[in-house]
């Protein structure tokens, strides 16, 4: 069965469109029968216009299914999932729409575990809503609401994971760029507490993200590169709205997406610790293999979505994640993206190499990607992919957990239908330029005849 409200992260929607008062209330109430109307919940938000009324909304609802309600404030998400597991609570309620624009709201639901509730959790959320099967507390069985502050917790975790004399003995400089977000009230504090001199840029709360946006794209962060350079910091990093990513710039001012930031980490993390798996999706750069097969470690693939990856941590002792949006996923901190976790881990890495950014980026295998799509009807895509596969050869390797990912020798090209949009996306990765676009042009025409074949 399809999923008709939750998304990749979430339940999404433009305010006044999908996101009405009367599907706030009816879609929390959902969660509370899911809960059978007992237990405790956190609740968080960005700092978006809409957040205030839409939380509040979330909250009486709860109130009125018999839940107790902690309130948290404005916080980024992996606060609101470490607070679920730090005080033990059933449910965490993120109110964020994420890096998307002002106009947008949405929730994101947190399971006892501090990760996103899985697909089956989201479908009986999903079914309780379309069946309108709630149920509310007699009068004098509502639940109670107070209000928590637990951001010192949260960054005092993160300091405990990261060596903090080295740190400090680096006397470093950082800009950090949380475009408005909520990531404001967290990552400049964590690293001054880290001895770290901080130049913030859009770091005041606004939830119109008048500075550059919500979404840390590398075009929007020029102002974040300027800083850099002029005050002579030893990198800088980037916040979406709700901070769960982070995006990073080297002491040049050059900013790179997340491929780079993870296949660092990746690389750090595999020379200090035993356990050397690294969980990334599929669209991944092949540069995880290459330093994995250095390290002696070993890469775990999953499909597309920052659910997938955390699953998959922790069904498998796995203590690394990483995607190419810039999400990080540290298990000793807890096995969910966390932008803050990040920031303090790269100035760690800075400090334990003694190396500047943008040596450590030299140091690291280098690849040439190139994305593009292909328009195709919705009804065909199921049947595409499937005519694709079986016009693979056998020597050829293919991972078809995602799409379809085919590896050959000098590169791998995956072929996803877009969940959202008629469209297949293609992305290639090889070691040259040239080889790139072959098996771009190769990997179009075999999307193109399967298409053509069918219609
Ligand atoms: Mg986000």
Same mark, same amino acid.
């Given at each position: 069965m399809d999923r008709k409200y939750f998304g990749t992260n979430g339940i999404r929607g433009i305010v006044g469109d999908l996101?009405?008062?009367?599907?706030?209330?009816?879609?929390?109430?959902?969660?509370?029968?899911?809960?059978?109307?007992?237990g405790t919940v956190v609740i968080g938000a960005d700092p978006r216009l809409s957040s205030p009324s839409i939380k509040n909304n979330v909250i009486s609802s709860f109130l009125a299914s018999g839940l107790e309600v902690i309130d948290l404030g404005v916080v980024p998400t992996p606060l609101v999932q470490f607070a679920v597991k730090h005080l033990h609570v059933n449910m965490g309620v993120v109110v964020t729409a994420s890096h998307n624009t002002p106009q947008f709201n949405g929730l994101k639901i947190i399971d006892d575990d501090g990760i996103e509730i899985d697909i089956r959790k989201q479908l009986k959320v999903e079914e309780i809503f379309e069946k309108e099967q709630f149920t509310y507390v007699p009068w004098n069985e509502n639940g109670s609401v107070t209000s928590m502050d637990l951001k010192q917790e949260y960054i005092d975790q993160i300091i405990q994971?990261?060596?903090?004399?080295?740190?400090?003995?680096?006397k470093m400089s950082v800009v950090v760029d949380s475009g408005n977000g909520a990531g404001s009230v967290i990552t400049p504090e964590l690293l001054r507490q880290l001895g770290v001199r901080v130049i913030t840029v859009n770091g005041n709360l606004d939830g119109r993200f008048p500075g550059r946006g919500s979404e840390p794209t590398p075009d929007k962060l020029s102002e974040m590169s300027k800083i850099t350079l002029q005050s002579n910091c030893d990198f800088s990093v980037a916040h979406d709205g709700d901070a769960d990513r982070a995006i990073f710039g080297d002491e040049k001012g050059t900013i790179f997406f997340g491929d780079k930031s993870i296949v660092l980490f990746e690389k750090w993390f595999m020379s200090n610790h035993e356990n050397k798996q690294f969980v990334t999706p599929v669209s991944s750069s092949s540069a995880v293999v290459d330093i994995a097969d250095e390290m002696g470690g070993k890469v775990i693939w999953t499909p597309v979505g920052c659910i997938f990856v955390s699953?998959?941590?922790?069904?498998?002792?796995?203590?690394?994640?990483?995607?190419?949006?810039?999400?990080?996923?540290?298990?000793?901190?807890?096995?969910?993206?966390?932008?803050?976790?990040?920031?303090?881990?790269?100035?760690? %890495?800075?400090?334990?190499?003694?190396?500047?950014?943008?040596?450590?980026?030299?140091?690291?295998?280098?690849?040439?990607?190139?994305?593009?799509?292909?328009?195709?009807?919705?009804?065909?895509?199921?049947?595409?992919?499937?005519? %694709?596969?079986?016009?693979?050869?056998e020597t050829v390797e293919l991972i078809?957990?995602?799409?379809?990912?085919? %590896?050959?020798?000098?590169?791998?090209?995956?072929?996803?239908?877009?969940? *959202?949009?008629?469209?297949?996306?293609?992305?290639?990765?090889?070691? *040259?330029?040239?080889?790139?676009?072959?098996?771009?042009?190769?990997?179009?025409?075999?999307?193109?005849?399967?298409?053509r074949k069918l219609s």
């Open positions: 996101i009405t008062p009367l599907f706030i209330s009816k879609m929390s109430s959902a969660m509370a029968s899911m809960l059978k109307n007992k994971l990261v060596n903090t004399d080295s740190i400090q003995k680096k699953r998959k941590m922790i069904a498998n002792n796995i203590l690394l994640g990483g995607e190419e949006n810039g999400g990080l996923f540290y298990g000793l901190h807890q096995s969910v993206r966390d932008g803050a976790m990040a920031a303090a881990l790269m100035a760690n %890495i800075l400090a334990e190499t003694n190396k500047t950014f943008s040596d450590l980026v030299l140091e690291l295998p280098k690849y040439f990607q190139k994305k593009n799509k292909l328009p195709c009807p919705n009804v065909l895509k199921k049947r595409v992919m499937d005519q %694709i596969v079986t016009t693979i050869p078809d957990m995602d799409g379809v990912k085919l %590896i050959y020798d000098e590169g791998w090209i995956l072929i996803r239908p877009s969940g *959202t949009e008629p469209i297949f996306r293609i992305f290639v990765e090889a070691k *040259t330029e040239k080889k790139t676009n072959e098996i771009m042009t190769k990997g179009m025409r075999l999307v193109q005849d399967a298409i």
